[in-house]
């Protein structure tokens, strides 16, 4: 472990953060950097309720067994309103100052960014993204959480085509993300025969007021509008758009959730005929709605995928360190694989496979589509 410890553990305490205290060997500190202000800080939050609950599960469970040591957990949290150079920056703090073995990153610039050093600064980066090119990176200490976006790209845009239309208007995010997901679903959707009749990308994490950018792309008359970046303000853009009379149907990045856009917009009827990915309320298993309803009892809200993933992850780290009966980062990615087979069925709440080679979690992509007010899943061919 690294130095500088009380420090880590004089911060943690006075956020709050980590579960009660526990008659432990050592303390392993975890990082999170991301949005936890600005437009964007529901979604930072989100990401952050799933890794706090993990946390509580291990401090509560008496700590984590590592080799002969018995951990506590303390988990430290940063905002970086989005920014790559904030998360960057973040990140070396939790590392210098904290200690840290692994830091959770719920955005793609904030992972590219710290990709740059943290080979160097040995530790690992949990990666909440889908963008196929942050395990490309071929980065040795990063792991990806969620499944890459690729065949979404493709299954939405078949849907969309076939259901509505050939004229797309795209009206998405300006993060890196989104930059990438407008990029990839422009090339699918010409590759397939559509037409790009409006781009107009918008800043959803400092804007409320969508409606001149949404008016731009609705004035070219599209038959689907690609949209999408966190859920919130995803949510008042389809609600502007509507507001505007658009009436086709719309194609969400994944990101956005439809169950956490239906609470911005009053329900699913704004939403007929968008596509998007599945939320996990919307998942049948008896250990996803378990979660479920743990998280509804402590938030009073569903769940979206950004506190299950990130839940999940936490506790396949948990479980690697005590097959590497180490906590150092290098050991412990080794370990990856073999941890979500010995992960117990009540933490793996999506039913991850495996991890790729280059660090991506295995898992099923998913489609959902509001079809006469109702979120209905459908089949992705992968």
Do not use: C
């Not at 689907?224 to 505007?244: D, K, Y």
């Not at 990101?255 to 329900?267: N, R």
């Not at 005590?322 to 010995?342: C, D, F, H, N, Y």
């Amino acid at each position: 472990m690294k130095n500088l410890k009380a420090l880590a553990v004089a911060t943690a305490l006075a956020l709050g953060i980590g579960g009660p205290a526990l008659a432990a060997d050592k303390t392993l500190h975890i990082g999170f950097t991301g949005p936890l202000s600005g437009g964007a800080a529901l979604y930072g939050e989100n990401t952050l309720s799933g890794l706090r609950m993990a946390v509580e599960d291990v401090n509560e469970a008496g700590g984590l067994k590592i080799g002969e040591d018995t951990y506590q957990v303390e988990l430290i949290s940063l905002d970086d309103k989005y920014s790559p150079s904030q998360a960057a920056t973040n990140a070396k703090r939790l590392v210098k100052e904290s200690g840290v073995e692994a830091v959770f990153v719920p955005h793609t610039g904030g992972v590219f960014a710290l990709q740059d050093f943290n080979v160097d600064d040995d530790f690992l980066i949990m990666a909440y993204t889908s963008v196929p090119s942050v395990t490309a990176q071929k980065n040795p200490l990063t792991v990806r959480i969620p499944p890459e976006f690729s065949n979404y790209v493709d299954s939405f845009s078949d849907y969309a085509l076939e259901h509505y239309g050939k004229r797309l208007g795209v009206a998405g995010a300006t993060h890196e993300y989104a930059k990438i997901w407008t990029d990839m679903i422009t090339e699918a959707w010409k590759e397939k025969g559509g037409e790009i009749v409006a781009s107009n990308p918008m800043d959803y994490n400092k804007s409320t007021d969508f409606y001149t950018g949404v008016s731009r792309v609705i004035a070219e008359g599209p038959d689907v509008m690609f949209v999408g970046g966190a859920s919130e303000p995803t949510g008042l853009v389809i609600q502007q758009a509507r507001q505007l009379g658009f009436g086709g149907g719309f194609i969400v990045m994944d990101q956005a959730k439809l169950d956490e856009i239906a609470e911005v917009t009053g329900g699913l009827d704004m939403l007929e005929g968008a596509v998007g990915v599945v939320p996990l309320s919307e998942y049948d298993s008896e250990v996803a709605q378990a979660f479920v309803d743990r998280y509804k009892q402590a938030h009073g809200k569903v769940p979206g995928s950004e506190a299950a993933y990130n839940y999940l992850a936490f506790h396949v780290l948990a479980k690697a360190m005590q097959l590497a009966g180490s906590t150092e980062p290098k050991a412990v990615r080794a370990k990856m694989g073999e941890a979500i087979a010995a992960l117990e069925p009540k933490y793996n709440l999506y039913a991850i496979q495996g991890i790729t080679e280059d660090g991506g979690f295995i898992t099923p992509t998913t489609m959902a589509v509001v079809e006469d007010g109702k979120i209905v899943r459908k089949r992705v061919e992968e």
